[in-house]
């Protein structure tokens, strides 16, 4: 038995954050020794920070972490890991696209690995989306070297002092999940890749081709390159 701070990244979730947080809470009590459920509302324009502070009021396991304008996708999963208590942190987006009980899958490798990271057994992303993430991937294969199924599936778990050992993680953006892999890679954390399943999202929608997503995650490449080459 476990103790485990679930970290929930959302932007303009309003309609999907509930039934997240509320299928978190049911799969976590009884599943794990101890557990906090932290959201991390990434300046959200809908009424997500609302839905989050109406639940927590109710249960003081669910954690409001609030970033008052949008800082992007990485900035959020830092804010929610530097706020995680518990000896395990786990992640993933609160779009209602994955299986909290998945979990069940990631478990039984911990005893023998660092890091625990899904892939999605059968995507259902729209053909754009999911030929763009094949192209970003073969991108930081090539650049990085890095060889995961699925680096931005949002399906991961890992210790807390894992995170806390190869800290800062400085992508803001899109490269956060890359950027962890790679340093995890490159202190020597061993990581097992496992299948999980993968739903289409009901409500709201997705940023990753977003230009201003693309263009920053470029940059922050850039950058992670030129702090890897003085390590």
Not at 15 to 21: E, H, S
Not at 24 to 53: C, F, K, P, Q, W
Not at 131 to 151: A, Q, S
Not at 183 to 197: A, D, R, W
Request: aromatic share 12%; charged share 25%; net charge positive.
């Amino acid at each position: 038995m476990i103790s485990l701070s679930v970290v929930l990244p959302a932007y303009n979730e309003a309609k999907n954050i509930q039934k997240t947080v509320n299928d978190a809470v049911m799969y976590l009590v009884g599943t794990v020794r101890d557990h906090e459920i932290i959201v991390v509302n990434d300046g959200s324009v809908d009424v997500t920070r609302e839905v989050v502070e109406r639940l927590s009021l109710s249960n003081p396991k669910i954690v409001l972490v609030n970033h008052p304008i949008n800082l992007g996708y990485g900035s959020a999963l830092r804010s929610g890991f530097d706020r995680a208590s518990l000896d395990y942190i786990f992640f993933m987006d609160s779009d209602g696209q994955f299986d909290i009980s998945d979990i069940d899958r990631l478990i039984p490798f911990i005893e023998n690995y660092n890091v625990i990271v899904g892939y999605r057994e059968k995507r259902a992303d729209p053909f754009i989306r999911s030929l763009n993430t094949f192209l970003y991937h073969l991108f930081i294969r090539l650049l990085f070297g890095l060889k995961i199924k699925d680096m931005d599936c949002a399906f991961k778990m890992f210790p807390r002092a894992a995170y806390h050992a190869i800290r800062p993680i400085k992508s803001g953006g899109a490269l956060f999940s890359a950027e962890f892999l790679i340093k995890l890679q490159k202190n020597g954390f061993t990581i097992k890749e496992v299948p999980v399943s993968h739903f289409p999202r009901r409500f709201g929608k997705q940023t990753g081709v977003n230009l201003r997503v693309i263009l920053r995650m470029f940059k922050e490449c850039w950058k992670l390159k030129d702090e890897l080459r003085v390590l």
